[in-house]
């Protein structure tokens, strides 16, 4: 289980990037997923989204799940090439599973990365 | 597995938990009078008097197998059945509608369906097949759905050809209630010698589908690929309701460009009964397939490296996905339309192409010699599969009355449907039709022209 200190994360296993305004799932969420198979960003290039709602929609080939935004804003970029390769989420979930950044992002209910590691240890007992 | 609904000790077990003493307590809150109203009913009968009885009612019935020549189509087609599609279907392993969750005990039924969808995507030309819908009807209405969901509901008008089957538009508008789309172009006093290709006028960039049928519900068959390309170029899908029989002998939709094809799989192997059930078909292309609702089989290898089938995808179903599905439907026609795959693989590409054939010919040579009665006409000049539109100048249910009498089953009515279509029928001819058959038809037909 891996969570970068530079980034922020939600209950709800999301990241967020301050420095980019970058959002996507966190390394725990990929493995508690397992193989994902399908990926659908939600929202589009120009759309103002708000923190804890949902960007995108995850199959594994055991879930689904729905992603919730980790921090509002305007979008500035979508990370269209998602949807050809999913299994990125698994393989590079903080770098090239990128999903979508935001312009001036607000974080919204979000937790360092100790507080993160802490959190999700909880959890896997 | 034995399985006892309920025993004594389990039904006072229950009693006790709600508080009762008895099952009669329970419906204490029912007017002593409505609680065990007299059903006059005749005194039992014994099994083999009730067979005797059942028989008798089951006798008033006509059939097209030994009473009524048939000429009624409109969806529901008579072909010829094999006898071993029958016996296929009476197997006890096959004998339920429901697909296996359990791969370690069901190979047999999952690849019969695999089968199936194998034969149903190289059938309609595309990639992929869930395992079936109740009928084409509904799989007609999926198909509105996965535009709506492909769009995420942004796009918020489908054009439905008019001259799809009236009774699978009124399927799509019961679909659709609630969720906020217009349909445009599902109007009967459309003028219905317009051509398919003025069916784009009505797509723009708010649609999110495109549903024409092919053969249309009159029998004619067009070429849309340019329809299906004007279609795309608003970012539409377009959905083609097809004839699976018509499909062996015609371009396949996914040739001309469709995304979704759907269908009722009754021709390939399924008697008419009283109107069902049936199975409906439903294939797109691999890039929809997340969007799709209903089951779908994959083949793969077992932890021996051995072929094995088990169903897959499903985390984008209903049970998983919940709200968030396409479609809260997963139920399939399981054993209806394994009979389909079983009637696919007993006549093979040239047995159904055959059947195709003469179905083609034959209704040619009924529109040929029944356009030359006086006072009747086919209603279409554009060229048609094995069905048309015949102007019989009177009232349909008066023909129909006078065809029976003759012991044949009429076309279908199309005024109820379409106003400017009163006094026309839709008459089907398929290979149980012989000439003979067609021949007391004009022959019967001419006698009303004359009376």
Redesign the interface.
Known sequence: MNAPANLKYTKSDEWFDPATGAMGISDYAQSQLSDIVFVEILVDEGDTIEAGKPIASVESVKASAEIYASAGGKVAAVNKGLSDKPETLNSDPYGEGWMVKVEGGAPGDVMDSGAYEKYCEERSH | MTYIPISPNERDAMLETVGVKSLDDLFEAVPAKHRFPRLNLPPALTEMEAMQELSGLAQANENVQSDLISFLGAGMYNHYIPSVVDHILRRGEFYTAYTPYQPEISQGTLQAIFEYQSLMAALTGMDVSNASHYDGATATAEAVNLAYAQF?GKRKKVVVSPTVHPQYRAVIRTYVQGMELTLAGDDPNTNLDSQPDDLANLIDEDTSLLVIQYPDFFGRVYDYTKLIEAAHAKGALVCVVANPTALALFKTPGSMGADVVVGDGQPLGIPMWYGGPSVGFFTTRKNFV?KMAGRLVGETVDNRGQRAYVLT?T??EQH??RE?ATSNICTNQGLIALGTAVYLSLLGKKGLRQVAELCYQKAHYAAQQLSQIDGMGLCFSEPFFHEFALCVNRPVAEVNAHLLEHGILGGYDLGQDYPALKDHMLIAVTEMNSKEDIDVLVEVLSEVSHG
Do not use: M
Request: proline share 0%; aromatic share 0%; charged share 50%.
């Open positions: 995420r997340h995808l985390a984008r998983i996905k968030r």
